[in-house]
C-alpha cells in the first residue's frame, strides 16, 4: 500500500512541478501567458515588493509561517522515514496441514536460522532478516566467515542445513533467499 501512496504522491508532486516549471519557463521565453497565470507578462515578477511585505508587520504572519514550514518538514521526514524503513513480516503464517494455520513470529525464525548458521563450519556469525510477505517470506543472510573457508561450501552447508530446517518448519516449499558472503577480517599472528 506504501508503494502506491508513495507512486501517487510522487506523481502529483511531479506533474504540478512541471506545469509549474514549464509555465514560468514558457512565459520567460516569450510565451504568451495562460489565462490561469497570475502575472501580465514576460518581465512581470513572481512576487513583487507589495506582495513580499503585505503582512510583514502583522504579529501572526511570522509564527504562521514558521509552522507551516515545520508541519512541511515533520511531513516530508515521516515519508522520507517510511520509504527507507524496509518493511519485515511480523510473523509468518504456517502451514499445519489442518486447514488451520498457525503463526510463527518473524523474529523468532529470524534467530534460529541465524543461530543455527553461525554454527556451520568456518562461519563467525550470521545475521538473518526475513523479507517478503507472512504468506510469502523470503530471507536474506549475511554470513561472517572464516578466511580459511571456501565460499562455495558455505553456501552449500547454509542451503542444507539451516534454510531446509527453516523450509521443514514453516511449510513453505521454497524460501527464496538472498545470501552475502563477508570474509572476517583476522589479525596478523604474531611469529616468536
Not at 101 to 126: F, M, P
Amino acid at each position: 500500500m506504501l508503494k502506491g501512496v508513495n507512486r501517487v504522491l510522487l506523481g502529483i508532486a511531479g506533474l504540478a512541478l512541471l506545469v509549474l516549471g514549464g509555465s514560468v519557463l514558457a512565459i520567460g521565453l516569450g510565451a504568451p501567458a495562460p489565462s490561469w497565470w497570475p502575472h501580465d507578462g514576460r518581465h512581470d515578477v513572481l512576487l513583487d515588493e507589495a506582495e513580499r511585505t503585505r503582512w510583514r508587520d502583522d504579529g501572526w504572519w511570522w509564527p504562521v509561517v514558521i509552522a507551516v514550514l515545520a508541519v512541511l518538514v515533520l511531513l516530508s521526514l515521516w515519508w522520507l522515514l517510511a520509504v527507507l524503513r524496509r518493511r519485515r513480516p511480523a510473523e509468518v503464517l504456517l502451514d499445519t496441514g489442518d486447514d488451520e494455520g498457525a503463526s510463527l513470529r518473524g523474529r523468532a525464525l529470524e534467530q534460529a536460522i541465524a543461530e543455527e548458521a553461525s554454527h556451520l563450519d568456518g562461519v563467525d556469525r550470521a545475521h538473518v532478516l526475513l523479507t517478503g510477505h507472512r504468506n510469502t517470506p523470503g530471507t536474506r543472510v549475511l554470513l561472517h566467515l572464516h578466511p580459511h573457508i571456501d565460499p562455495a561450501t558455505a553456501l552449500r552447508a547454509l542451503a542444507k542445513g539451516p534454510l531446509t530446517h527453516a523450509r521443514a518448519s514453516t511449510g513453505h516449499p521454497t524460501l527464496p533467499t538472498e545470501a552475502r558472503l563477508q570474509a572476517v577480517k583476522h589479525h596478523p599472528e604474531r611469529v616468536t
